[in-house]
T-cell receptor, first 113, second 114 residues
Framework: QQQVKQSPQSLIVQKGGISIINCAYENTAFDYFPWYQQFPGKGPALLIAIRPDVSEKKEGRFTISFNKSAKQFSLHIMDSQPGDSATYFCAASKDNQGGKLIFGQGTELSVKP | GAVVSQHPSRVICKSGTSVKIECRSLDFQATTMFWYRQFPKQSLMLMATSNEGSKATYEQGVEKDKFLINHASLTLSTLTVTSAHPEDSSFYIC??????????FGQGTRLTVV
């Protein structure tokens, strides 16, 4: 499997701050880049996703920035809240593989009150 | 919409027995389902891809005779862990896709083999 590298492994942010998680990929054939949020003992839930034809996508407090030339993308969580404390995974897939995802290593986010 | 239900959510079985996990797409037809395994504090590792009516495709290093996958209908896939051992204890998660890029995840099954 082609790797997707994610950093940092863990992140502590104060309430109201900005959480930033980064991912890098190797395979230029990837054309779908989602971010998932996972709470302990639960399956991952899709947060937001982007395709390479745009450089940024925003949904509420969540923004993906995408740099195609650098093969990097990042998740920004604005005004972070304690309820955002979870593990976040970036992923990548090829459009012709219908949902087959390669996941990053995950980032455990803790938002302190 | 796009709800995937996994059952059971937790199961404890004795070493040497087999356990079956079900993954159902409740409101769409899933042409493809995926099975992942997740160890504590680790990422999701794809085990296999199953397409309705055909044999599953297993990732390298996954024993197909140990992890039996059946995708008999467009709404149901099952994973059977045969002759389970303590090292098979893990969090198993399925996802389902209707052929587009997006996949929808079940809530996961915590398997403990004692």
């Amino acid at each position: 499997q082609q790797q997707v590298k994610q950093s940092p492994q863990s992140l502590i942010v104060q309430k109201g701050g900005i959480s930033i998680i980064n991912c890098a990929y190797e395979n230029t054939a990837f054309d779908y880049f989602p971010w998932y949020q996972q709470f302990p003992g639960k399956g991952p839930a899709l947060l937001i996703a982007i395709r390479p034809d745009v450089s940024e996508k925003k949904e509420g407090r969540f923004t993906i920035s995408f740099n195609k030339s650098a093969k990097q993308f990042s998740l920004h969580i604005m005004d972070s809240q304690p309820g955002d404390s979870a593990t976040y995974f970036c992923a990548a897939s090829k459009d012709n593989q219908g949902g087959k995802l390669i996941f990053g290593q995950g980032t455990e986010l803790s938002v302190k009150p | 919409g796009a709800v995937v239900s996994q059952h059971p959510s937790r199961v404890i079985c004795k070493s040497g027995t087999s356990v079956k996990i079900e993954c159902r797409s409740l409101d769409f037809q899933a042409t493809t389902m995926f099975w992942y395994r997740q160890f504590p504090k680790q990422s999701l590792m794809l085990m296999a891809t199953s397409n309705e009516g055909s044999k599953a495709t297993y990732e390298q290093g996954v024993e197909k005779d140990k992890f039996l996958i059946n995708h008999a209908s467009l709404t149901l896939s099952t994973l059977t862990v045969t002759s389970a051992h303590p090292e098979d204890s893990s969090f198993y998660i399925c996802s389902a896709s209707w052929g587009g890029t997006e996949a929808f995840f079940g809530q996961g099954t915590r398997l403990t083999v004692v």
